[in-house]
């Protein structure tokens, strides 16, 4: 059975420090990307970063070994049973504006698949690091060791 959804709540911010805070979230160069690409460093790993002219631009990749990462923010792409989050089977979404959150995450979550599957017919192998992964190294670390292994 389902839960129905809560009443609209009152925000504690208002609409134009809310806006200003969504503005502020960055796409590229953050810090969970920063610390990815420290890793990669460690490991010897090269790699380009802006790839365009890939499917979903992967924040990082290589192009000669045949690799992409994406670093991908928990709530901003449905981490499902996160512990950042501390969602359940479903992404956690804010209160104010459910049905409109619920639509994004899943839009989200399909975009990505979407851009995976296009990059997996290129031949290329695919790794997506969720921001709560970072809190663990040893999680990173062996995805990240795949990468260097040549097929």
Known sequence: MKKP???KTQD?????????????????????????RQFLRTLGLSYRVRNRDLPGSPDLANRRRRWAIFVNGCFWHGHKNCPKTKSGVHPRVPVGNQLFWREKLKANRLRDARNCIALRQMGYRVVI???????????LLNKLRLLSYDR
């Open 5 to 7: 959804l809560r009443a």
């Open 12 to 36: 504690i911010v208002s609409i134009t420090k809310r806006s200003e805070m969504m503005r502020s979230v960055r796409q590229a160069g953050t810090a969970p990307e920063l610390a990815v």
């Open 129 to 139: 690091i969720w921001e709560c992964e970072l809190w663990t190294s040893d999680v």
